[in-house]
């Protein structure tokens, strides 16, 4: 197998931003088009979402379409299936729209608030602060480790009030997280056991990139919220 010179790794990240970016196109559209709403079962959201990828992205768009869920199905991590839920006039809403691409090798997730709850809203931007937060630890430090990262994102969530949910908080572009292979290969992930540098070349020469996922829940009330994207490229 041949070493990816230059061209190969930056056609390869120039990808993976694009997929991003049409998630991020398709979330935005969504949520205008009012496409998830009180009184919309989880399944039909979804169902709409995935009609609109198509007619946004045609053949880049694929089946399963994306993850809608509500209310207390939010505590639960990405991958379970779950009963369909009418989404109600108060909740926070997770919309996992990597699956959706059929171009993609990254993951997307990003969460909707109904409702007037204040913590809910705090909730919700509190989100991608500690995305924000976690990239700039990551750029500050280029020999920081999955259990450093690991490690900062469960300070700032516990100084906000919130439970970072599951054992990791993201994985290597291309593992796939629901695997089970924490055991196995902990430095794919980015969790307490994973001590090594994130920033890293992998076997066959390619760079190593990172999807981070963020998980707050708040068990005592029954909700929680999502935030996923590529961490290390913009």
């Not at 994102?153 to 949910?165: C, K």
Request: charged fraction near 25%.
């Amino acid at each position: 197998m041949s070493v990816p010179d230059r061209m190969d790794e930056r056609l390869r990240a120039l990808g993976l931003v694009e997929a991003q970016r049409m998630a991020e196109a398709l979330f935005a559209t969504t949520a205008a088009r009012g496409l998830v709403v009180p009184g919309r079962s989880e399944r039909e959201a979804s169902d709409r979402i995935g009609d609109l990828a198509r007619e946004l992205f045609g053949t880049a768009a694929r089946l399963p379409g994306p993850l809608v869920r509500s209310g207390p199905h939010t505590l639960l991590p990405y991958g379970p299936e779950t009963s369909d839920r009418v989404i109600g006039e108060d909740d926070v809403v997770v919309a996992e729209l990597g699956s959706v691409l059929a171009v993609s090798e990254a993951g997307f997730a990003s969460t909707l608030v109904f409702g007037q709850d204040p913590d809910k809203h705090r909730l919700a931007l509190d989100l991608p602060r500690m995305f924000t937060a976690c990239r700039e630890a990551l750029l500050a430090d280029s020999r920081i480790t999955g259990r450093g990262l690991h490690a900062e994102l469960q300070a700032l969530a516990a100084t906000s009030g919130w439970t970072v949910a599951g054992w990791h908080c993201g994985h290597l572009v291309g593992a796939d997280p629901s695997a089970g292979v924490r055991d196995v290969r902990p430095d794919a992930y980015i969790c307490a056991e994973n001590d090594r540098q994130l920033r890293r070349t992998l076997r066959g020469g390619w760079q190593a990139h990172w999807i981070l996922e963020i998980h707050l829940v708040d068990g005592r009330r029954g909700f929680g919220g999502s935030y996923k994207r590529l961490l290390d490229l913009v």
